[in-house]
C-alpha cells in the first residue's frame, strides 16, 4: 500500500487558494494530488508522471474526486515546456514528492527491490532505452565504482564494482537477487551486520538509470521561474544528494542584494526572490507508521518577488 510521505505538512505549506494553479511534479499514486485537488473549486492541477503504471492509477483515483485535473505523461524535466504548450505560465503552488513511489518497490517485476527476485530493470520510464541490467552489464569498473560512490555514497564502491565486473565475465548478470548476493559478497561481515548492503547500490544504479540528480536543478528552477509572488514550492527529498541539489538551489536564488542587507525595511523590489521556511522532518508517529518516511525531509520556499 503506498502511504504518501509528509502528506500534511506539504499540502498545508502550499496554502492552497480553491481558484490556484497547482502542480504535483510527481503525481505516483495520487497521494499529494488527491489532496490537491480536493481543495480545488475553480482551480486546476497539472499532475506529472512518467510511470504508465502510475498514471492509469491515478487518472481512476483523481477522477472520482473533481474534473480538474490533467495527467501529463512526461519527466518534470519537461515542466516548462509542458504547461507553456498549454497556455499555463505561471503557477501558484508546485509539489516535487522525489524518490521511489512504494508500489514500485513493492511490484518485484520492476526490478527496484533487493528483497524479491525479478529481472534488474529499475526504469521509471518503461519505454526508456537503458535499463539497470545495461549499466551493471556494460558499464565499466571506472563507471560502476564511480555511481556506486557517489550516489550511492558507498564506503566498499571499489569492491563492489570489482566484483560486479568479475561475475558478469562468467554469464550476464540478470536477476536482482543475483546481483544483491554479489554485493553481499563484496563487503565485510561486520558491514553487513549494521546495514542491508544492497541499498546504497541500488539506489546509485536507480539513479542513473533514472537521471534523477542531472534533471532535477533545472526542473527545481524552472518551476521557481513559474511561481507567482507569493506562490510556494515544496521539495520532498529522500536522501542526501537530492536533500543537497534542493538546499543549494534554494540557497542561491534566497540571496539578499548586498546593498539592502541588514536593513529594517527592504523594499519589495529588492527583497530576495525566495524565502526559504524552515526544513520540516515526519514526526516520530507517521516515522514508526511508515519506515519509508524515516529519511524524508520537506523543503518550502516562498516567491517574494
Known amino acids: 500500500m503506498h502511504v504518501s510521505v509528509l502528506l500534511k505538512p506539504s499540502i498545508d505549506a502550499l496554502n492552497i487558494k480553491e481558484d490556484g494553479v497547482y502542480v504535483d511534479c510527481t503525481l505516483g499514486y495520487a497521494g499529494h494530488s488527491s489532496a490537491i485537488l480536493k481543495r480545488l473549486k475553480k482551480g486546476k492541477l497539472y499532475a506529472f508522471d512518467q510511470d504508465s503504471d502510475a498514471r492509469s492509477y491515478s ?13 501529463i505523461p512526461s519527466n518534470f524535466s519537461n515542466l516548462k515546456e509542458e504547461l507553456n504548450k ?4 505561471k503557477i501558484d503552488g508546485v509539489l516535487f514528492d522525489l524518490g521511489v ?3 514500485q518497490l513493492d511490484d ?7 528483497h524479491a527476485d525479478a529481472p534488474i530493470d529499475m526504469r521509471m520510464d518503461k519505454s526508456a532505452k537503458k535499463s539497470a541490467y545495461d549499466v551493471i552489464n556494460n558499464y565499466s569498473y571506472d563507471e560502476l565504482a564511480r555511481i556506486i560512490k557517489c550516489y550511492g555514497e558507498e564506503k566498499y564502491y571499489k569492491q563492489i564494482a570489482r566484483k560486479i565486473t568479475e561475475e558478469r565475465q562468467k554469464k550476464p548478470i540478470e536477476t536482482t537477487l543475483e546481483l544483491a548476493n554479489i554485493i553481499s559478497s563484496s563487503v565485510p561481515s ?11 547500490t541500488f539506489q546509485a544504479i536507480r ?6 540528480l542531472g534533471i532535477l536543478p533545472d526542473a527545481l528552477n524552472d518551476a521557481i521561474d513559474m511561481l507567482k509572488v507569493s506562490g510556494v514550492i515544496a521539495v520532498i527529498t529522500f536522501h542526501s544528494l537530492e536533500d543537497k541539489i534542493c538546499k ?8 539578499e542584494d548586498p546593498l539592502v542587507k541588514g536593513l529594517p525595511n527592504v523594499p519589495d523590489d529588492l527583497l530576495p526572490e525566495l524565502k526559504v521556511l524552515k526544513k520540516i522532518k515526519p514526526s516520530k508517529e507517521e516515522q514508526e507508521k511508515n519506515r519509508r518516511s524515516r529519511s524524508a525531509t520537506l523543503r518550502v520556499a516562498i516567491k517574494q518577488r
Not at 498549454?86 to 505560465?89: A, H, I, L, P, Q
Not at 517485476?109 to 533487493?114: A, E, I, L, Y
Not at 539513479?207 to 534523477?212: A, G, H, L, P, Q
Open 108 to 114: 518485484a517485476s520492476r526490478g527496484f527491490s533487493f
Open 248 to 255: 543549494t538551489v534554494f540557497k542561491e536564488r534566497s540571496k
Open 101 to 103: 513511489s512504494s508500489p
Open 86 to 89: 498549454r497556455g499555463v505560465t
Open 59 to 71: 487518472e481512476n483515483v483523481l477522477s472520482k474526486i473533481s474534473s480538474n485535473y490533467e495527467i
Open 190 to 200: 561486520k558491514y553487513k551486520r549494521l546495514t542491508n548492503p544492497s541499498r546504497r
Open 207 to 212: 539513479i542513473e538509470v533514472n537521471n534523477e
